[in-house]
């Protein structure tokens, strides 16, 4: 399918960038050694700046007001880099020193902190470049509360720099996403790490670290999970080649 009948979605009237997002900066960054037998995978650096700063830089560009933040591994370095970094946008730390909570079970720590209102999600390892529109400001124009229960930032999979998977979803013509990629085939959108939720969908959450698919699967059962495929670059830095490979293509920009 084509990624143009997503466009069938129309900016909301009265539609804002939330105030709040939740920036995932917990996880180990395995496929990242040895980048990360020292640091953070967020503290690894891209085109002489850090993952978890190109994020802030898009969070500051889109108007976020506050960002919760959560740390594990080699939390001490993070909120270190964080408090000497960060001075324009209200920070707040989400500890998961004892115990790695994993994407679901970190929004769930944070649940308290997130407040009411309709948040934003972002991967810290996450290496993007705006399309003609700030990818964050376009997202937040087609939320719609009363359908969507989350909005995900998606890219095309032929349009992946450095993507090894096959894919994560596919789109209806009105942009609701349908299903996952089943085994052995491709899904024609991968996403990007980048979501709008509302906090109704953190609901019923089992004990312990779990996935965020749990959220998202309910959502597409109840037809409320959405996509929105992003104009710009994308970039799945996950090992230390896909560094250099990114750092490649940014450079002749």
């Not at 085939?185 to 990007?192: E, S």
């Not at 019923?204 to 670059?233: C, I, K, Y």
Request: charged share 25%.
């Amino acid at each position: 399918m084509t990624t143009s009948a997503v466009y069938s979605l129309r900016p909301q009237p009265t539609a804002c960038v939330p105030e709040t997002a939740m920036v995932m900066a917990a996880g180990l960054g395995k496929r990242m050694r040895p980048l990360t037998a020292t640091r953070p995978k967020p503290l690894v650096e891209v085109a002489g700046k850090t993952l978890i700063d190109h994020t802030f830089d898009h969070l500051r560009a889109a108007g976020v007001k506050r960002a919760i933040v959560n740390v594990h591994y080699l939390a001490d370095q993070m909120e270190a880099h964080l408090k000497a970094r960060v001075k324009d946008i209200d920070l707040v730390i989400s500890d998961e020193r004892k115990q790695l909570m994993e994407t679901g079970g970190g929004i769930v720590q944070a649940r308290a902190l997130i407040g009411d209102r309709p948040f934003l999600c972002v991967n810290s390892d996450n290496l993007w470049v705006d399309g003609p529109i700030d990818a964050i400001r376009a997202l937040a124009a087609q939320w719609d509360d009363e359908r969507m229960d989350a909005l995900l930032l998606l890219v095309p999979l032929a349009r992946a720099h450095s993507h090894r998977g096959q894919g994560d979803f596919r789109l209806d013509a009105m942009g609701r996403i349908t299903e996952r990629r089943k085994p052995g085939r491709l899904a024609p959108f991968v996403y990007t790490g980048v979501q709008i939720l509302s906090p109704r969908v953190i609901r019923d959450w089992p004990e312990g670290p779990f996935s965020t698919n749990l959220f998202w699967n309910r959502a597409m059962e109840a037809g409320r999970l959405w996509g929105v495929v992003h104009q710009g670059l994308w970039f799945d830095v996950g090992t230390p080649a896909a560094v250099g490979a990114a750092e490649a293509v940014l450079a002749e920009m």
